[in-house]
């Protein structure tokens, strides 16, 4: 549990929590907050996926 007094603050997965958390919810808003948490991630993955791959394939185990 994160506690923190000023909600400007918050760290994202928090926020969406808290968004969530709003009656009645509105799906179509909750999915595209969690598409705008996720988008950074596979960006940066598909910036550096040649380097995420060579590092998997060079730590094998070859029997």
Do not use: H, N, T
């Not at 603050?9 to 926020?15: G, I, Y």
Request: aromatic letters at 12%; a neutral charge.
């Amino acid at each position: 549990m994160l506690m923190v007094s000023d909600p400007s603050v918050r760290p994202l997965p928090l926020e969406m929590s808290v968004f969530q958390a709003q009656l009645p919810p509105d799906w179509g808003q909750i999915l595209a907050f969690g598409v705008l948490l996720v988008l950074p991630v596979l960006i940066v993955f598909a910036f550096f996926q040649r380097w995420f791959v060579q590092g998997v394939a060079s730590s094998a185990v070859k029997g």
